[in-house]
Nanobody, 113 residues
Framework: QVQLVESGGGLVQAGGSLRLSCAAS????????MGWYRQCPGKQREVVAV???????TYADFVKGRFSISRDNAKNTVYLQMNALKPEDTGVYYC???????WGQGTQVTVSA
């Protein structure tokens, strides 16, 4: 069974950057679409960015121009580069494979003012 493991979260000051990684135990090429979601304190989980097998990307309006999703099918890894972080970006970030209804355990991102 495929598993997703996120890493790269942490504490950063506003304006800083973090790079999240999502490592899959199986082939992400065969999985297809992969995505990053987040759950901010007191809010429902929401989509941040998704990427197709071929690399087509879609972003939530609140991260456009600041975040970038990418994937390395050979390494079975999906990345989320987060720049110009804001305190409202604080939350738990999850990797998701919709075709498998599969979620990672999440990684905490905290942005201080």
């Amino acid at each position: 069974q495929v598993q997703l493991v996120e890493s790269g979260g942490g504490l950063v000051q506003a304006g800083g950057s973090l790079r999240l990684s999502c490592a899959a135990s199986g082939s992400i090429f065969s999985i297809g679409v992969m995505g990053w979601y987040r759950q901010c304190p007191g809010k429902q989980r929401e989509v941040v960015a998704v990427i197709s097998r071929g690399g087509t990307t879609t972003y939530a309006d609140f991260v456009k121009g600041r975040f970038s999703i990418s994937r390395d099918n050979a390494k079975n890894t999906v990345y989320l580069q987060m720049n110009a972080l804001k305190p409202e970006d604080t939350g738990v970030y999850y990797c998701h494979a919709p075709s498998l209804s599969l979620w990672g355990q999440g990684t905490q991102v905290t942005v201080s003012a």
